[in-house]
């Protein structure tokens, strides 16, 4: 594979001169943006552990008493049975709380470099499958070449500097930060970070603020050899080998539990990893970092024939690089920005956005053979269902558990936006429902069935407590927001309070059908929760279908002020659910329809996976036109695309929109929510032949496939990536069962709409 395969690299001839151009780098913990400079380098630093706050922050929030939220939860319930909607509106505020705390960038490394002449033939490539920043320029006769990676194995930034030729450099080396500084000298500096920091929604608030509540510290630490002569602190001249590691180390310990430590532990943690980083030498600490990382990477690729689409191809392995740069086991999950942020005051504090964009983050986890990589969010799933029965007992008297629209570092689950707050983006109790869907989906993957229980069974047990009987006898959820959408009254006035969106309809159906197929194997089909479960399941209303044909927002049909509205939560059951029955079918195309293709970045993505599941091949070139059009860095509105450095729009940037583009293109090629392994079911009408390796289809199979330019089937091979016997293959028309117990096997199409399998 050449270095200059423009499926994995970016090449690009001028160095960054905004965030957004640069390159990042990460190994799921410690994040890096190179800018790429010349004589001025500077590479801004991430820790993923660098929040605001601490495991207290939201208990400090809490704004209602148990007994005044009762009262709150029962108003609002008579408001809305009584279609009185501004009442209902102005109950559930009184429920809601503050904001969680915020993502904050860590620091910087800055490398001045000084040379004999002026730089020319500049270059810059981010190699995909190396996960290295590579810069290259001539002086006069030398050639200098440096390169720049974060690794998993050994824990640190490393940068390396060579000159080809008879001239060295100057180098001078600095290490600052945006935070509190507690103390810096020669390589280090140790850091505090805010006790609390509000997002950019609350502009009367001050942020960050750094009082006496607790909070985590941190430290960086820098660490160098080279060849030329030292000059005093990091500075040296004459160089042509340099090798700096930079470590970072924080008092953080996990997802929703208190910090232990304080700067000086962080800093000997620090020092220990730079220290021992710098002891293995360049050579093999490049070669620990791409054999790590490679593991990880060469799993899965897609090539077209010719090249051609060569940035869809890039993308896609784009998104599968950034979910291995930004979430690893044992660290924390990506954010609304992965693991990079360069702002003390980020939108929507670069946080856990709950109802759509954690969850679209991990949508391609499993299916592009990452599903390591997901391991951060189940450990997020965990904290937040023991905090969450907390939440679910205070404010609705409810057992089990349940979080809302944002969480963080701390497993913050109440509801935010206190006061006059908006409910559309503010109230929404069924996110913690909606994060059970990955444990579910990990099981169907082949994971054990005890590993989704505990959540999927305590959540269960909130929604039971939360449904209502309606007057018709069926079920339903009151009060009931369709996230960040909006409806029209009878008054003519909009809301956001209803009684059962079809969202929330959607996911209560999914989950207590979950606990049915969870419960079987653990043998616990005869438990009281399974068998609740199953008599409410009896009793919820179908997906609403409007008079006009399209898939309403609510149960109750009503007008909406934004019918081209970002969101696309009504259809939910299409995907991520699995529900692709005609009706439903016909109905979501509608619904897309009328929604019209143009939208933020992670809209786009979703539109692409909605289309897939229905497949809609013949729709899906206009909306990759769309994510693939290019951004400025000061772009606004919400028109997505890709800024200078292939983050996705919103705008502003939001890695979902990455990270959701690689789930939906692994949906065009191989799909199996439906009990059977689809080969080809969407592949866009103007693609040309290619092949996608390394896909993972439920129950645990390995799929490459291979097509035509008529997006035919020429060849799939699939084999078991567990305990998997049997499976059922289908291509177009025609179905074949194929034994895996004996190894892969290879499908080709044959005459007469049949397939052929072959032994390989």
């Not at 993502?103 to 190699?127: D, N, Q, T, W």
């Not at 956001?496 to 653990?522: K, Q």
């Not at 080969?679 to 866009?684: E, N, S, T």
Request: proline share 7%; aromatic share 8%.
């Amino acid at each position: 594979m050449s270095t200059e395969d423009p499926a994995h690299v970016h090449v690009s001839e001028t160095p960054a001169g905004r965030w957004l151009e640069a390159f990042p780098l990460g190994n799921g913990r410690l994040g890096a943006m190179v800018f790429g400079s010349p004589t001025d380098e500077r590479i801004t630093l991430n820790d993923g552990s660098a929040w605001s706050g601490d495991v207290s922050s939201e208990e400090r929030q809490r704004a209602i008493s148990a007994d005044d939220a009762a009262v709150a939860l029962a108003s609002a319930r008579a408001a809305l049975a009584a279609g009185q909607f501004d009442e209902a509106t102005q109950q559930v505020r009184r429920l809601q709380s503050d904001y969680t705390q915020s993502y904050l960038p860590f620091g910087a490394l800055s490398l001045e470099v000084g040379h004999r002449g002026s730089p020319v033939g500049y270059r810059r490539e981010l190699r995909l499958r190396d996960a290295e920043a590579v810069v290259s320029y001539r002086v006069g006769g030398s050639r200098v070449t440096r390169r720049a990676f974060v690794s998993a194995p050994d824990q640190v930034l490393v940068f390396s500097l060579q000159v080809s030729g008879d001239e060295g450099v100057d180098v001078s080396l600095g290490i600052d930060s945006p935070l509190a500084v507690l103390d810096r000298g020669d390589g280090f500096v140790t850091v505090r970070l805010p006790s609390d920091s509000a997002p950019p929604h609350e502009p009367d608030l001050a942020a960050p603020v750094y009082d006496e509540r607790p909070s985590v510290r941190g430290a960086i630490v820098a660490r160098w050899a080279h060849d030329g002569v030292s000059v005093g602190g990091f500075r040296a001249t004459g160089v042509r080998r340099l090798l700096v590691v930079v470590a970072t180390a924080t008092t953080f310990t996990a997802v929703g539990r208190a910090p232990a430590g304080d700067e000086t532990s962080a800093l000997a943690a620090a020092v220990a990893t730079a220290e021992a980083a710098l002891g293995l030498g360049a050579a093999r600490l490049v070669e620990r970092h791409r054999a790590a990382h490679r593991s990880l990477y060469d799993r899965t690729s897609l090539r077209f024939a010719g090249g051609e689409p060569a940035l869809v191809a890039y993308l896609f392995h784009f998104g599968r690089y950034l979910l291995i740069s930004s979430s690893r086991p044992g660290g924390l999950p990506a954010t609304l920005q992965g693991l990079w942020n360069d702002s003390m005051r980020p939108p929507w504090s670069a946080n856990y956005t709950v109802n759509i964009n954690t969850q679209m983050n991990y949508w391609a986890a499993e299916t592009a053979n990452l599903a390591e990589c997901a391991e951060p969010l189940v450990d997020l799933v965990a904290a937040l269902r023991e905090r969450g029965a907390v939440t679910a007992r205070h404010l609705y008297g409810a057992a089990g558990w349940c979080a809302h629209h944002n969480t963080d570092a701390w497993a913050y689950t109440s509801p935010v936006g206190r006061g006059q707050a908006d409910p559309a983006w503010a109230f929404w109790p069924l996110a913690g429902a909606w994060l059970c869907r990955h444990l579910v989906e990990r099981v169907r993957f082949g994971a054990a069935p005890d590993l989704a229980w505990p959540a999927v069974s305590s959540a269960a047990e909130f929604l039971l407590d939360w449904l209502v009987e309606q007057p018709d006898g069926s079920l339903g959820l009151s009060p009931s927001t369709s996230p960040e959408n909006h409806f029209t009254g009878p008054d003519g006035g909009s809301y956001a309070v209803d009684l059962t969106s079809t969202v929330d309809l959607s996911i209560t159906r999914e989950l207590l059908a979950s606990v049915a197929e969870l419960a079987a194997p653990l043998g616990l089909s005869a438990s009281p929760l399974a068998r609740r479960a199953a008599a409410a399941l009896a009793r919820l209303p179908r997906v609403p279908i409007g008079a006009d044909g399209l898939v309403q927002e609510w149960l109750t049909d009503r007008p909406l002020p934004e019918p081209h509205h970002r969101h696309l939560s009504h259809l939910y059951a299409v995907f991520p659910g699995a529900d692709t029955s005609p009706a439903l079918a016909e109905a979501a195309s509608r619904s897309l329809d009328a929604r019209g293709d143009d939208s933020t970045g992670w809209s786009l993505a979703w539109k692409l996976a909605l289309r897939a599941r229905l497949r809609q091949a013949d729709r899906l070139p206009a909306l990759l036109a769309l994510a693939l059009r290019p951004v400025p860095p000061d772009a606004t509105g919400e028109h997505g695309g890709l800024y200078p450095n292939r983050f996705s729009a919103h705008p502003p940037f939001q890695i979902d929109g990455n990270l959701g583009f690689t789930a939906a293109v692994a949906e065009f090629a191989v799909q199996s929510h439906a009990g059977v392994v689809d080969l080809l079911p969407a592949i866009p009408s103007d693609w040309p032949a290619g092949r996608l390796t390394g896909l993972v289809a439920r129950p645990g199979v390995v799929v490459d496939v291979e097509w035509d330019s008529q997006g035919a089937l020429v060849a799939a091979r699939l084999s078991a990536a567990g305990p998997v016997t049997r499976v059922a293959v289908r291509w177009r028309d025609a179905t074949q069962r194929v034994d895996l117990a004996a190894g892969s096997v290879r499908i080709v199409p044959a005459s007469e709409g049949r397939l052929t399998v072959e032994r390989v």
